[in-house]
């Protein structure tokens, strides 16, 4: 029988894809303009942990002017050629001790930097740390992923490795995302099968913004929020503010 390890604090976790900005340098779609309306979901929430997705070098300086110095943060870049990005998770420096931290591939090689299946448009990650609750004093593992935007059968491959990676984890777990998957897609059945709960709701629509998008995965969310049976679910939300009327994403975020 596996023991069941009850948290004594409760933790607030945010998903939010930054929204990548390889084509957007300028104007209101900008990561530089954006930053702000980022901040601001930051100081209103105040998420222990955020699980970013689509950072790129130049988004780098200012996350690091408008939120490190709340938040630390780890996470390496996918090594891909172009849109280098990262999937790094933030997390309150005044709640937790950083103990260790890893980037893998979603590949059948995992420790190989830059592998990928076959078709996949992008090298895909999952960002893991382990933290430990400064007042708890328990360790906690947090991870955050990307998959594959194309092909749902590169996602399935992606989440088997997923569940492969984490199925050791002796600890809490929380695994954040955009998974560009809905609860009826078997990426999403696979991690559910491998332990882990969904706080994603279908009755918050689409996490998308873009009608589109929203249509393409039925309007359900695609963003999740998963956790394993070592933690109890509380509650979650759809994110939908635009503070200063300024749109963070053009996802919603998850809480």
């Known amino acids: ?5 009850v948290c004594m604090n409760s933790y607030k976790v945010m998903t939010l894809n930054l929204w990548c900005d390889f084509m957007h340098i300028v104007g209101t779609k900008g990561f530089s303009y954006r930053i702000h309306s980022i901040q601001k979901l ?8 955020i699980g ?21 943060i780890f996470g390496a870049h996918r090594k891909s050629l172009m849109n280098n990005e990262a999937n790094p998770i933030l997390y309150r420096k005044d709640r937790f001790e950083f103990v260790k931290g890893t980037t893998l591939w979603l590949s059948d090689t995992p420790d190989i930097e830059g592998s990928r299946f076959l078709l996949s448009q992008f090298p895909r990650i999952v960002t893991m740390i382990t933290l430990r609750d400064k007042e708890s004093r ?13 092909f749902s059968f590169i996602r399935q491959k992606q989440a088997e490795t997923l569940c492969r990676i984490l199925k050791n984890e002796k600890n809490p777990v929380v695994l954040t995302g955009d998974f560009n998957s809905n609860e009826t897609q078997d990426s999403i059945k696979t991690i559910l099968a491998g332990g882990f709960r969904d706080c994603a709701s279908n009755a918050f629509g689409s996490t998308l913004r873009g009608k589109i998008g929203s249509a393409r995965f039925n309007h359900l969310p695609i963003d999740h929020i998963f956790y394993n049976d070592c933690l109890e679910f509380i509650r979650s939300q759809k994110v ?7 749109w963070p994403s053009d996802h919603y975020p998850l809480l």
């Open 1 to 5: 029988h596996r023991a069941i390890i």
């Open 42 to 49: 930051a100081d209103n929430y105040h998420p222990d942990i």
């Open 52 to 72: 970013t997705q689509e950072m790129t070098y130049a988004m780098v300086p200012y996350i690091r002017e408008s939120l490190l110095h709340d938040y630390g």
């Open 138 to 150: 328990e360790l906690v593992t947090f991870a955050n992923t990307h998959l594959d935007v194309n």
């Open 240 to 246: 939908t503010d635009t503070p200063d009327g300024i």
